[in-house]
């Protein structure tokens, strides 16, 4: 039986007019052509004419270059505080171990923590929600004395490269 999908007729839809008499398999052919489907002569022919080697890598643009850098990360910078569910998990970690402490695996504990907490209500999450809301504050009040400590040390830094411009702008006049 004919199967259009498997058709090796190349049709130059320029010369095909719309009086043209096409059977069925040959519209369903063409209109897959018309898609964007590529036969196998055509994808053959575009393989013959590439260039190896360095064509390619010339016109391809540096995926690196391409992205913007990224700010570096403050290694002095604090850490943000805990979830009410990674606080629960920290204490789950310790009570599972002990209950069980044949297992090795993480997977294993970190899938018992998530039912344990699925299946808590919320007056038993409520510890885990204080504490995480107090580290929170706590967090917050260092994080702000962090960012005042890193604008005094960038205005510092800028008024250093300016008197430094002025200095040398100085000695050039003389």
Same mark, same amino acid.
């Given at each position: 039986?004919?199967?259009?999908? #498997?058709?090796?007729?190349?049709?130059?839809?320029?010369?095909?007019?719309s009086?043209?008499?096409?059977?069925?398999?040959?519209?369903?052919?063409?209109?897959?052509?018309m898609?964007?489907?590529k036969?196998?002569?055509?994808?053959?022919?575009?393989?013959?004419?590439?260039?190896?080697?360095?064509?390619?890598?010339?016109?391809?643009?540096?995926?690196?270059?391409?992205?913007? #850098?990224?700010?570096?990360?403050?290694?002095?910078?604090?850490?943000?505080?805990?979830s009410?569910?990674?606080?629960?998990?920290?204490?789950? #970690?310790?009570?599972?171990?002990?209950?069980?402490?044949?297992?090795?695996?993480?997977?294993?504990?970190?899938?018992?923590?998530?039912d344990?907490?699925?299946?808590?209500?919320?007056?038993?999450?409520?510890?885990?929600?204080?504490?995480?809301?107090?580290?929170?504050?706590?967090?917050?009040?260092?994080?702000?004395?962090?960012?005042?400590k890193?604008?005094?040390?960038?205005?510092?830094?800028?008024?250093?490269s300016?008197?430094?411009v002025?200095?040398?702008?100085?000695?050039?006049?003389?």
């Amino acid at each position: 039986p004919y199967n259009p999908l #498997r058709s090796t007729k190349i049709f130059d839809f320029a010369q095909i007019s719309s009086t043209t008499a096409l059977s069925p398999y040959t519209t369903l052919t063409l209109s897959f052509a018309m898609r964007g489907g590529k036969s196998k002569a055509a994808a053959s022919s575009k393989d013959d004419t590439k260039v190896a080697g360095k064509r390619k890598a010339a016109g391809k643009v540096d995926k690196k270059a391409k992205r913007g #850098r990224k700010a570096a990360k403050d290694a002095n910078k604090p850490k943000r505080p805990p979830s009410a569910f990674f606080i629960f998990m920290e204490e789950f #970690r310790k009570t599972f171990q002990e209950k069980h402490p044949e297992n090795k695996k993480v997977s294993v504990v970190s899938k018992a923590c998530g039912d344990k907490w699925k299946s808590m209500s919320e007056s038993e999450k409520a510890p885990y929600v204080a504490k995480a809301a107090k580290r929170k504050a706590e967090y917050e009040k260092i994080i702000a004395s962090f960012d005042k400590k890193q604008e005094e040390v960038e205005e510092e830094g800028s008024d250093k490269s300016k008197s430094e411009v002025e200095d040398d702008e100085d000695g050039n006049e003389e």
